[in-house]
């Protein structure tokens, strides 16, 4: 899936502020991942586990340990703690981003230097199970 994102703002901090788990769900709830690796690849969505495309279902493309698409996949390119375009690297200044409505929403990063974030371990502990 090829996204243009030309012209997109931060529409909303959400990972800044000090929102609930609830708001901060129901916020994020159907935006999409994806990766800033020069080819806007396509990570999945933050949806209930039953849902195929959800990075939260683990037999899915976007949510399984062994898929080469999925953020958990600590072997592939976007798990890895080493690869720039990976969400779980702490060092990195190009984590997948969270989209909404043609929105950018904010980073999925361990990178806690990086504004308008949320961590993918803290996003799972809060949301895997609101939906």
Known sequence: MRLPLV???????????????EELCDIVRGG?????DGENTYLGKIASSFDSESIFNEFGTYGSEFSSTSIWNEFGK??????SNSATN??????????KSRKLLGYLTANKAIKSSISPNMLKAL?????
């Open 90 to 99: 702490e060092f990195t200044a190009t984590p997948p981003m969270i989209i």
């Open 7 to 21: 012209g997109l703002t931060c529409a909303a901090c959400v990972m800044a502020g000090a929102a609930r788990s």
């Open 32 to 36: 999409v991942i994806i990766a800033q």
């Open 127 to 131: 949301c895997k199970g609101a939906y």
């Open 78 to 83: 976007f798990g890895s703690e080493f690869n």
